[in-house]
């Protein structure tokens, strides 16, 4: 058994650490000769690469934008049909108590007929004859449905909320196709 000193240890750790850092320092020298004596294929041709795939992300970024774009005025027409259908009924319902469940729920979309109409209308100008009391908005829609004549007012547009009408009246009501009955004030 061989006995060694400390100073011998020291100098085999020391040559251990030695060989180590130098075998590190001949891979990072010849490693980056290899990694840069490599030269990028024209860096020019990359570039439009680039230009060309940006163009081709740009339409189809657009081309995508433009298939899911909500249809704005299904969607607008959608809510002011329910306004005033919504408003038909309930003023049904308070004028007409004796109506049927029924017959309210066959009031829809496609039965009515609406009309948005303006202060020199010819509705509004029979409709201020009549009635005086009606104040005239932006937003006034006449509802026709079998024999009813439904006014309806809004402070703001119908077609952008669901809301509450300003003022709703039912202007008149057909018996039959040749007699009409205005409403007592």
């Known amino acids: 058994m061989e006995f060694r000193s400390r100073s011998d240890t020291y100098s085999v750790r020391f040559m251990g650490r030695l060989r180590i850092q130098l075998l590190l320092i001949l891979l990072l020298f010849f490693g980056k000769n290899v990694l840069f004596s ?3 294929a024209v860096p020019e041709e990359s570039e439009d690469v ?4 940006a163009a081709a992300l740009d339409k189809e970024y657009y081309e ?3 298939r899911t774009i909500p249809n704005v ?3 607008e027409k959608a809510k002011l049909e329910y306004n005033l259908i919504r408003s038909f009924k309930l003023e049904l319902r308070r004028r007409e108590p004796s109506l049927s469940p029924d017959y309210l ?12 109409v303006g202060a020199d209308s010819i509705w509004m100008r029979g409709i201020r004859n009549q009635m005086q ?5 932006e937003y006034m829609y006449i509802v026709i449905y079998d ?3 439904l ?4 402070e703001i547009n119908p077609s952008r909320y669901v809301m509450e009408p300003y003022q709703v009246q039912l202007i008149f009501q057909k018996e039959n196709p040749f007699f009409i009955k205005l409403p007592d004030p």
Not at 50 to 53: A, E, I, Q, S, Y
Not at 105 to 116: G, S
Not at 133 to 137: K, L, M, S, V
Not at 151 to 154: H, K, N, V
Request: glycine fraction near 0%.
């Open 50 to 53: 680039h230009k060309k795939n």
């Open 133 to 137: 009391h009606i104040r005239f908005q």
């Open 73 to 75: 005025d299904a969607l």
């Open 38 to 40: 490599q030269t990028p």
């Open 105 to 116: 729920k066959q009031i829809k979309a496609a039965n009515i007929r609406y009309e948005r």
């Open 64 to 66: 995508y934008y433009f």
């Open 147 to 149: 024999k009813y004549f």
């Open 151 to 154: 006014y309806i007012s809004y």
